[in-house]
């Protein structure tokens, strides 16, 4: 899986995602939201992204209106999870229709593999006979 990075930060798929569909663009911003979905409390994302608090929260309660979620860091990690969540119902999808061609995929070999025996085996037998006679 690709990966992203922010202010040094290996930034997950699923916010990456969510960054995009909310238009979230300043790296700041996406480390912040990786940082709350790491379950970091607001004092150590400040500590990290050097915000202040009341920076922190006016920003986090911004992105939250943007994506028009409720409940600030939660609701934000609620979408996230959603995203990610359905981004593996998709790749299970996805792996089981590739299940589902590879294995018609190789039943055709399998019979082709078969006449190709058949054939080579009615071809020495003709062979055997034409010897013989």
């Known amino acids: 899986m690709k990966s992203f990075y922010a202010y040094n930060m290996e930034i997950d798929w699923p916010v990456m995602e969510f960054c995009q569909r909310y238009g979230v663009t300043y790296p700041r911003h996406i480390a912040v939201i990786q940082m709350l979905v790491d379950g970091m409390i607001y004092e ?44 593996e119902k998709d790749r299970a ?19 082709k ?8 085996q009615e071809e020495t037998c003709d062979h055997k006979l034409a010897k013989l006679s």
């Open 44 to 87: 150590d994302i400040c500590w990290k992204s050097g915000f202040s608090e009341n920076t922190l929260r006016k920003t986090v309660y911004n992105i939250a209106k943007k994506a028009g979620v409720e409940n600030g860091k939660d609701g934000i990690r609620t979408a996230i999870y959603q995203i990610a969540l359905n981004g």
């Open 93 to 111: 999808v996805g792996l089981e229709k590739e299940n589902k061609r590879l294995q018609k995929e190789l039943n055709h070999f399998r019979t």
């Open 113 to 120: 593999l078969k006449d190709l025996l058949m054939r080579g």
